[in-house]
């Protein structure tokens, strides 16, 4: 492979002279020739490091390619400064270099989706199988199963499972392993390639027993831990301080992409007061005229990672006393003003978070802040409930446009709302935010549940 990898190159290096000077590579300055020699040679060397040849089975092909590109593109930038340190870099053309970095990742997609190709065909027909013990047959352990068999073109074949427990029921033609001390015996006996041990963090013992009776096991172990059954946000793998680490409640709109989440929110924020400015006027001089009292209300609520703030709403009920409490409006509230009524029902009130946008309390979208009071009320009632508040609260989200907005006077109603959180938090992306927003300013503004 590191020979075709090699002559395919070369032969994308002498294609990109011909795009690029309209004549052989020889024709061209003497450092052309060197680079295309000097790059191959490095590519020989540097890809077996850069993990291009190792087993892709059961990874996806965009995720091989993305590789690719990143190799030859260190390898190219090795040899771009090889060019300099020959006091040659004023002869290179760069058209030429653009073309063979070009013309090479095609050339080595194109071998290895070839390769791919037909490896995928060959397992699908029950050939270069590799055969499989899962110990451990849980949540994920069945899930790795299925996709096993589903997805054969990555030739597993599961051929026995050690299950949680013994009476637990099997699919067709899977054996089972009665004990993990006749586990490696049995991996002997079938010529078993591989081991999945996907036994949950909390079996520590078992899995301590495992690392003692695998200690000379001669085939590859994959422990896949299942997550599916812990309560968490997320499970990417990191290194920490030199050592392998497992984020579980960091949002997936973290560092740079919760960077970049904060300036558009700022952007979009300022774009929208200075449009609704005069909208703003008339509220006011509304409110100001059905009751006496302020134009704003503001509410004390839990922003990012639980730092209270001041949430900023149009006053939309008579001045009361709640006494230390909270009680949410209800269906012909006395409390409520016509004006006030009117905004609720539009969601208009919420127009002043925009406010608190700029001021980084809030974003555009997320999932909507709770009073204090219904914090500590589901807190313990919900799993997962203060897990909303890893990321900041947003003037709309993803439960508000699937209908969970305004009054939740049963537990029922408050689940669905967070479970709807929570998926917008784990699946975030910018194409999702766009959604929430073009939807929420179509279709998103009245409820039927907003008093």
Avoid at 51 to 58: F, P, V
Avoid at 216 to 229: G, Y
Avoid at 246 to 269: E, G, H, I, R
């Amino acid at each position: 492979m590191r020979v075709v990898d090699v002559l395919g190159l070369w032969c994308a290096g002498q294609l990109a002279g011909l795009l690029s000077f309209n004549a052989p590579l020889s024709q061209a300055a003497p450092v052309h020739g060197i680079l295309l020699y000097f790059g191959c040679a490095l590519a020989f060397i540097l890809f077996a490091n850069f993990k291009m040849y190792g087993s892709w089975r059961g990874r996806s092909m965009p995720a091989m390619f993305l590789q690719v590109a990143l190799s030859w593109a260190a390898v190219m930038m090795i040899a771009l400064l090889f060019s300099f340190l020959i006091h040659h870099v004023g002869s290179l053309s760069r058209l030429w270099m653009f073309h063979w970095y070009v013309v090479g990742v095609l050339s080595l997609m194109l071998t290895r989706a070839v390769l791919y190709t037909l490896l995928r065909h060959i397992r699908e027909n029950g050939l270069n199988n590799k055969r499989v013990v899962i110990v451990g047959y849980g949540s994920i352990g069945r899930e790795m199963h299925r996709r096993a068999s589903q997805q054969s073109w990555y030739g597993y074949d599961v051929k026995a499972v050690f299950p949680l427990e013994p009476d637990q029921p099997l699919a067709a033609g899977v054996e089972r392993v009665d004990s993990l001390e006749g586990l490696l015996d049995y991996v002997a006996r079938n010529h078993v390639h591989e081991i999945w041990i996907t036994l949950p963090l909390s079996d520590s013992n078992r899995l301590q027993k495992l690392q003692y009776l695998l200690r000379n096991a001669l085939v590859d172990i994959r422990w896949v831990p299942d997550t599916l059954s812990m309560q968490i946000l997320s499970n990417k793998v990191i290194t920490f301080l030199g050592m392998p680490a497992v984020d579980l409640n960091q949002p997936v709109a973290a560092d740079m992409s919760a960077m970049a989440k904060d300036v558009f929110d700022k952007v979009f924020a300022a774009i929208v007061l200075f449009l609704l400015l005069p909208l703003f006027i008339v509220i006011g001089i509304g409110i100001r005229m059905s009751s006496p009292g302020p134009v704003f209300f503001q509410q004390p609520r839990l922003g990012l990672n639980g730092r209270p703030f001041g949430c900023l709403k149009f006053r939309s009920m008579k001045l009361h006393d709640d006494h230390g409490g909270v009680t949410q409006a209800t269906q012909d509230d006395p409390r409520v003003t016509p004006i006030g009524r009117f905004l609720r029902r539009t969601s208009l009130d919420e127009l002043p978070q925009f406010i608190n946008v700029l001021l980084g309390d809030m974003s555009v979208v997320g999932p909507r802040p709770h009073a204090l009071q219904h914090n500590e009320l589901y807190k313990d009632k919900l799993e997962m409930y203060m897990l909303r508040h890893r990321v900041k609260p947003g003037i709309t989200g993803w439960a508000q446009i699937h209908g969970y907005r305004g009054e939740t006077d049963t537990v029922d109603k408050m689940a669905k709302r967070v479970q709807f959180d929570l998926h917008y938090i784990q699946h975030w992306s910018f194409a999702m935010d766009m959604k929430i927003i073009v939807w929420t300013a179509f279709k998103g503004w009245t409820s039927n549940n907003a008093y």
